[in-house]
């Protein structure tokens, strides 16, 4: 889709290409780094993805965005999510490079400690983001995975050769 509506009845228009690239060159076949500084957490099927890959990476965005604009659920969005997921799985990455995050945060609510288990690192696209990067620019934005409340999932998007040094929190 090329807008999104910020909300139900918002008459507010925000584009993914309105996030932006943050690397100079073309930003589809810009060799890029994503990294995760903050630990993120993707589940499947109730347990923590610790080898995020292209597709657990541009889905999650994509269920975050949506989710955002109050757009998720319906046909449409599973066409969509399909496509993306196809579009990630052709791109070209390199191993996911990263360790285990665990975090403890205590709930007022619930009285207790909460595990908030993650992963930090980073995935290189070596060939760059393909059609995907305005989603991956907006996750920038967004977060994804769980626990985006508390700034876990922040997405950066780096220069390949910066790896090394942004996979790790200073």
Do not use: N
């Given at each position: 889709?090329?807008?999104?509506?910020?909300?139900?009845?918002?008459?507010?228009?925000?584009?993914?290409?309105?996030?932006?690239?943050?690397?100079?060159?073309e930003p589809a076949s810009t060799p890029c780094c994503l990294t995760f500084s903050s630990p993120v957490r993707l589940l499947r099927r109730g347990a923590l993805l610790t080898n995020p890959s292209p597709v657990d990476i541009a889905t999650a965005a994509l269920r975050?965005?949506?989710?955002?604009?109050g757009q998720a659920g319906g046909e449409d969005y599973r066409?969509?999510?399909?496509?993306?997921?196809?579009?990630?799985?052709?791109?070209?990455?390199?191993?996911?490079?990263?360790?285990?995050?665990?975090?403890?945060?205590?709930?007022?609510?619930?009285?207790?400690?909460?595990?908030l288990n993650g992963v930090s690192g980073s995935l290189e696209l070596p060939d760059g983001?393909?059609?995907?990067w305005p989603l991956f620019a907006a996750a920038c934005w967004t977060h994804i995975g769980k626990g985006t409340v508390f700034g876990l999932g922040q997405l950066r998007i780096s220069a390949?050769?910066?790896?090394?040094?942004n996979a790790k929190p200073n």
């Open positions: 889709r090329e807008h999104l509506s910020l909300g139900q009845g918002s008459d507010i228009q925000w584009r993914l290409l309105d996030a932006g690239w943050p690397l100079s060159g975050r965005i949506t989710s955002l604009a066409d969509l999510m399909r496509s993306v997921a196809e579009k990630a799985a052709g791109l070209t990455a390199g191993s996911w490079h990263g360790e285990r995050r665990d975090l403890v945060r205590w709930s007022g609510a619930q009285r207790r400690e909460i595990d983001p393909g059609s995907l390949t050769s910066d790896r090394v040094a």
